[in-house]
């Protein structure tokens, strides 16, 4: 049976670069996957961005309120029809993997469609994303998939005093900030730049003067 994976962990902590590179491994293989990810994550427009440089154009991106097994489907038969197009000796291949960018942002509807592409479908999911937002609350998506996925796995990175990070601490221009919208994607803002720093939860209360939420 295929399985829905969540991969998650704080900022910088190379989600989007373990996806690419297991896109890579895949196709390596002679395998075709599927890269999709919020429409809500701007930064990048329709690309996925490692921190590394590496960069990877999504094949299709999840408006809110849509149905990611529908979309999925449409990209399948297209890659399909493209496979058949090209005259390639013997079956087309199917799509072996669908990988999903910054899942956090999506609802829990939409988890529950990727849960339902692993085993209806038939399908192996894997989906990259954070736990917490900037005031340490779930995002909706992820908690769904901390809920319901086969398997998670953690993707650790440190924070600036060399323990474990555990927690995203929003800045804006350059000051530690603990209210505001739950989204804000880095580098966005009118007039004031959105950045994001991997905190221990030490460092996280220190800046927060001892708040949680």
Do not use: W
Not at 171 to 190: E, K, L, N, T
């Amino acid at each position: 049976m295929a399985k829905l994976y969540f991969r998650y962990g704080a900022m910088n902590s190379g989600k989007s670069t373990a996806l690419l590179q297991a896109a890579y491994n895949y196709e390596e293989r002679g395998q075709r996957v599927l890269l999709a990810k919020p429409e809500i994550d701007t930064k990048g427009a329709g690309q996925i961005e490692s921190r590394l440089g590496m960069t990877r154009e999504v094949d299709f991106l999840i408006a809110p309120g849509a149905s990611v097994q529908e979309l999925f489907q449409q990209q399948r038969l297209c890659a399909q029809q493209e496979e058949a197009d090209a005259l390639l000796p013997g079956n087309p291949r199917d799509i072996a993997c669908l990988l999903v960018d910054e899942a956090q942002f999506l609802s829990a509807e939409q988890i529950d469609d990727l849960f339902r592409i692993a085993v209806v479908d038939g399908i192996p999911v894997m989906a990259y994303g954070i736990r917490n937002d900037f005031l340490t609350h779930a995002f909706p998506g992820s908690a769904r998939l901390l809920a319901i996925a086969h398997s998670l796995e953690e993707l650790k990175t440190i924070c600036r005093c060399g323990r474990k990070a555990v927690f995203n601490g929003r800045r804006i221009d350059d000051r530690f900030v603990f209210d505001g919208d739950q989204v804000a994607i880095d580098g966005g803002g009118d007039e004031h730049i959105v950045t994001y720093e991997s905190l221990c939860g030490n460092c996280y209360l220190a800046e927060s003067g001892g708040r949680l939420g």
